[in-house]
Protein backbone atom coordinates (compact mmCIF):
# COMPACT_ATOMS: atom_id res chain seq x y z
CA UNK A 1 0.00 0.00 0.00
CA UNK A 2 1.52 3.41 -0.64
CA UNK A 3 -0.25 6.71 0.13
CA UNK A 4 0.46 9.85 -1.79
CA UNK A 5 0.09 13.47 -0.68
CA UNK A 6 1.13 16.50 -2.82
CA UNK A 7 1.66 20.09 -1.87
CA UNK A 8 3.16 23.11 -3.80
CA UNK A 9 0.33 23.97 -5.68
CA UNK A 10 -0.58 27.94 -5.64
CA UNK A 11 -1.58 30.78 -8.28
CA UNK A 12 1.42 32.11 -10.16
CA UNK A 13 1.01 34.26 -13.32
CA UNK A 14 1.61 33.15 -16.62
CA UNK A 15 5.55 32.62 -17.83
CA UNK A 16 6.00 31.95 -13.61
CA UNK A 17 7.25 28.58 -12.26
CA UNK A 18 6.22 26.32 -9.33
CA UNK A 19 7.63 22.75 -8.40
CA UNK A 20 5.01 20.44 -7.02
CA UNK A 21 6.31 17.69 -4.56
CA UNK A 22 4.70 14.17 -3.43
CA UNK A 23 5.41 12.96 -0.61
CA UNK A 24 5.33 8.81 -0.86
CA UNK A 25 4.42 6.57 2.67
CA UNK A 26 5.64 2.76 2.09
CA UNK A 27 8.95 1.11 1.88
CA UNK A 28 8.99 -0.03 -1.37
CA UNK A 29 8.05 3.88 -2.89
CA UNK A 30 11.73 3.02 -4.95
CA UNK A 31 9.97 -0.06 -6.80
CA UNK A 32 7.35 2.19 -8.24
CA UNK A 33 6.51 3.93 -11.48
CA UNK A 34 5.51 7.17 -10.71
CA UNK A 35 3.32 9.64 -12.72
CA UNK A 36 1.85 13.25 -12.76
CA UNK A 37 -1.95 13.80 -13.93
CA UNK A 38 -3.87 16.75 -13.97
CA UNK A 39 -7.60 17.47 -14.53
CA UNK A 40 -8.94 20.95 -15.33
CA UNK A 41 -12.43 22.22 -14.05
CA UNK A 42 -15.02 20.31 -16.83
CA UNK A 43 -12.04 18.11 -18.23
CA UNK A 44 -10.76 14.39 -18.04
CA UNK A 45 -8.29 13.93 -16.22
CA UNK A 46 -5.05 13.59 -18.35
CA UNK A 47 -1.27 12.69 -18.29
CA UNK A 48 1.93 15.12 -17.60
CA UNK A 49 4.65 13.51 -16.97
CA UNK A 50 5.88 10.04 -15.68
CA UNK A 51 9.25 8.57 -14.55
CA UNK A 52 10.45 5.11 -13.69
CA UNK A 53 11.22 3.45 -10.32
CA UNK A 54 15.43 3.75 -11.22
CA UNK A 55 14.40 7.77 -12.85
CA UNK A 56 16.54 6.19 -15.71
CA UNK A 57 13.39 6.69 -18.64
CA UNK A 58 10.89 9.98 -18.09
CA UNK A 59 7.78 10.12 -20.38
CA UNK A 60 6.12 13.41 -21.12
CA UNK A 61 2.65 15.10 -22.46
CA UNK A 62 3.01 17.00 -25.46
CA UNK A 63 1.51 19.81 -24.02
CA UNK A 64 4.12 19.72 -21.35
CA UNK A 65 7.52 18.71 -22.79
CA UNK A 66 10.23 21.16 -22.88
CA UNK A 67 8.52 22.82 -19.49
CA UNK A 68 7.87 20.32 -17.19
CA UNK A 69 10.60 18.44 -15.55
CA UNK A 70 9.84 15.10 -13.15
CA UNK A 71 12.32 13.93 -10.84
CA UNK A 72 12.35 11.48 -8.11
CA UNK A 73 14.18 11.29 -4.50
CA UNK A 74 14.12 7.94 -3.43
CA UNK A 75 15.69 8.31 -0.47
CA UNK A 76 13.40 10.82 0.67
CA UNK A 77 10.69 8.71 -1.20
CA UNK A 78 9.84 12.10 -3.30
CA UNK A 79 8.55 13.12 -6.58
CA UNK A 80 9.00 16.51 -7.89
CA UNK A 81 7.35 18.28 -11.16
CA UNK A 82 9.41 21.01 -11.89
CA UNK A 83 7.02 22.98 -14.35
CA UNK A 84 8.41 26.37 -15.91
CA UNK A 85 7.17 28.71 -18.77
CA UNK A 86 3.79 28.19 -17.02
CA UNK A 87 0.49 28.77 -19.41
CA UNK A 88 -2.86 29.69 -18.15
CA UNK A 89 -4.06 26.41 -19.82
CA UNK A 90 -2.07 24.39 -17.04
CA UNK A 91 -4.39 25.55 -14.67
CA UNK A 92 -6.01 22.78 -12.50
CA UNK A 93 -5.88 20.03 -10.26
CA UNK A 94 -2.33 18.17 -10.27
CA UNK A 95 -2.09 14.61 -9.11
CA UNK A 96 0.39 12.29 -8.11
CA UNK A 97 0.35 8.14 -9.19
CA UNK A 98 2.12 5.35 -7.88
CA UNK A 99 2.36 2.52 -10.31
CA UNK A 100 3.05 -1.25 -8.84
CA UNK A 101 4.48 -2.50 -11.83
CA UNK A 102 7.47 -2.24 -14.46
CA UNK A 103 7.37 0.30 -17.80
CA UNK A 104 6.20 3.49 -17.77
CA UNK A 105 3.36 4.96 -19.47
CA UNK A 106 0.95 7.55 -19.81
CA UNK A 107 -2.51 5.68 -19.08
CA UNK A 108 -4.69 6.36 -15.94
CA UNK A 109 -5.33 2.46 -15.94
CA UNK A 110 -1.49 1.97 -15.64
CA UNK A 111 -1.88 3.57 -11.96
CA UNK A 112 -2.91 1.62 -8.72
CA UNK A 113 -2.62 4.78 -6.10
CA UNK A 114 -3.39 8.03 -6.51
CA UNK A 115 -3.04 11.08 -4.14
CA UNK A 116 -5.64 13.69 -2.94
CA UNK A 117 -4.20 16.86 -5.57
CA UNK A 118 -3.22 19.71 -5.37
CA UNK A 119 -3.97 22.94 -7.37
CA UNK A 120 -2.39 24.84 -9.45
CA UNK A 121 -3.34 28.35 -10.95
CA UNK A 122 -1.92 30.35 -13.96
CA UNK A 123 -2.80 33.91 -13.92
CA UNK A 124 -2.75 35.57 -17.64
Known amino acids: QVQLVESGGGLVQAGGSLRLSCAAS????????MGWFRQAPGKEREFAAA????????YYADSVKGRFTISRDNAENTVYLQMNSLKPEDTAVYYC?????????????????WGQGTQVTVSS
Open 51 to 58: ITWSGDRT
Open 97 to 113: AAAGREGISGSYYFYDY
Open 26 to 33: GRTFSSYT
